[in-house]
């Protein structure tokens, strides 16, 4: 099982992997700073899994965003809140050419099934309680 990350490690990383990724890479051709259907161009191998976000001690993540204002989930600036869907349920990608983390994870299920990835920005990071 994947290591859990909470949330101050994954922002150090996030941090780690702003800091030596400007080089250009395949990963960026699609701008994945919203969240994205995974592009068909996009070659899994290349991305190795770091962790995730889902706490091993929650066995039912909930299915509430955090979207404060008029943000919207498919916002390029909505934060990311790891307690809140749909990061709860992340795994962490690293792009093993460059360095840039990615959040994957599936959306739907039955009939309707979607891979969803989103690069990580450091600074959208948000360490947010959930409400009682
Ligand atoms: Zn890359």
Known sequence: MAQYLNTATFLELARAAQACAAAPCSCAKTPLEGWQSQPL???????????????????????TEYLPGKTTYWAVDAPIA?????????????????????LHYVE??????????????????EDVPLEA
Not at 41 to 63: C, K, Y
Not at 84 to 97: E, H, T
């Open 82 to 102: 790891p307690r809140y869907f749909p990061y709860n349920r992340c795994a962490v990608w690293q792009c093993s050419l460059c360095g840039r983390l990615y």
């Open 108 to 125: 739907g299920g039955g009939y309707f099934v979607d891979r969803r990835i989103r690069a990580v920005q450091a600074a959208l990071i």
């Open 41 to 63: 161009s996009l070659d899994e191998t290349q991305f190795e899994e770091i962790g995730t976000l889902l706490r091993e001690d929650d066995p039912e993540p909930t299915f």
